[in-house]
C-alpha cells in the first residue's frame, strides 16, 4: 500500500502513556487525530494538552473495545489507524482478563476498518517485543522471525496457575499474531495493509494525565522504583524512549515499505544499575545550575569539586533523597540473556535513538517539576 503522509490518524487508547505521545508527534507532522478513548473524562486532558492545534484534534468515545462494533463509526472518514489500546498491567488473576481484551480489542478494531473504513490505508498496531521473547538459560538476540510460543503454552496449560509475565505476554503475543490471521484472511477484500511496532519497556518523560508516582503506568512506575528502591536495582532488560517510539508509530505511515512488517523498536540493552548512574548524574547536573543560578561562582565551584573544606558526604549524596545512586559500576557485570536487533527499524524507518543518558536527563527533569 503507499504512504499515508498526511489526512486524519484514529489512534485508539489515545489517554495512554504511549498514545498521547503518539498523537501528539502526528500533530507535530502535520497530521489530523481523532483520540479514541473510553469516557469523556479521559478525553478532557487530552482536549485541553492539544488545544493548540485546534480543529486538527478530536475526541471520540469508544466505551468498551471487546464489544463488536466498538470503532465502527470511529474509523469512517480515517487515513490510517494506530492501534495502541490494550492493558500493559501484571496483576491479571484470570488470563482472559488480559488475552479478551488484547485480541478482542485488536481483531475489533480491524473488523470496523474492514467493513466501515473505506478511506483507511494503513493501520499501525502496538505490539511488544513480549511476543517475540523467550526466557533462556544461555544469552541470545532475538529478530522479528521470532514468537513467544513459550509464554502461550504455559497458559494454555497452567491457567490462573500460570506466571504474571506468562499472561500478559500471551496477551501481546496472541493479539499480535490474530492481527496477521485477520489481514490473510481477508487480503482479497480489505484495501489497507497492517504493520506493527514490538517494543521493549518503555520509558521517559510523561504528558499524559498522572497525579502522582502511584498512578504511573507499569513501566514508568517500574523506572521510578528503580530510582527509588534499594531492591529495584539488579537486572536489567531491553528498553526503548517513548518520544522514539511514538517517532516509529509516525514513519511506520510514512515509510511505504513498512507495511507488512514486524518491526522491533528498542534502542538497546540496560541494566538498572545504568539507569540510576545516569538518573544521579544528571540529579547533579541540574542541581549545579540552581546553584549557578542562586549563589556566587565560588560555592559553586567548591560544590562541583569538594576539598577538604567542604565534607565529601555532600558531592556523594543526591540533591533529592528519595533517588539512589545504587551501586555505582555493578550494571557492567549484568548478563544479558536478552537482546533485541533493531537494524530493521533504521533500515526501514531511518530510526535515530535517543541514549540512556539524554532520556535518564528529560525523565528526571519531568519528575522534578512535577515534585516527585
Known sequence: MPAVTSGK???????GYVAVWVVRTLLEHGFSVRGAVRSGDKGTHLTELFAPYGDKFEVVIVPDITVDGAFDEAVKGV?????TASPFHHQADDPAELLEPAIKGTVGILESARKHGASVKRVVVTSSCAAIMNISPTPQVLSEADWNDQAVLQVEEKGRAASNGA???ASKTLAERAAWDFVKKYKDEIGWDVSVMNPPLVVGPVIHAVASPDSL???CRLMYGAYTRPEASAGGGSWIDVRDLALAHVRALQKEEAGGERIIITAGAFAWQDWRAYLYSSM????????ANMLPPIFVILYAHPTDTL????DAA???SKYLKGTPGAGKDHV???RFKNDKSIRILGMEYRSMKDTAADTIADYEKRGW
Open 284 to 291: 547533579r547536573h541540574l542541581f549545579h545550575k540552581f546553584l
Open 217 to 219: 503506568n507499569t513501566s
Open 318 to 320: 543526591p540533591p533529592s
Open 311 to 314: 565534607p565529601h558526604a555532600v
Open 79 to 83: 487515513d490510517a489507524i494506530e492501534h
Open 336 to 338: 544479558h540473556l536478552l
Open 9 to 15: 490518524v484514529l489512534v485508539s487508547g489515545a489517554n
Open 167 to 169: 499472561k500478559y505476554q
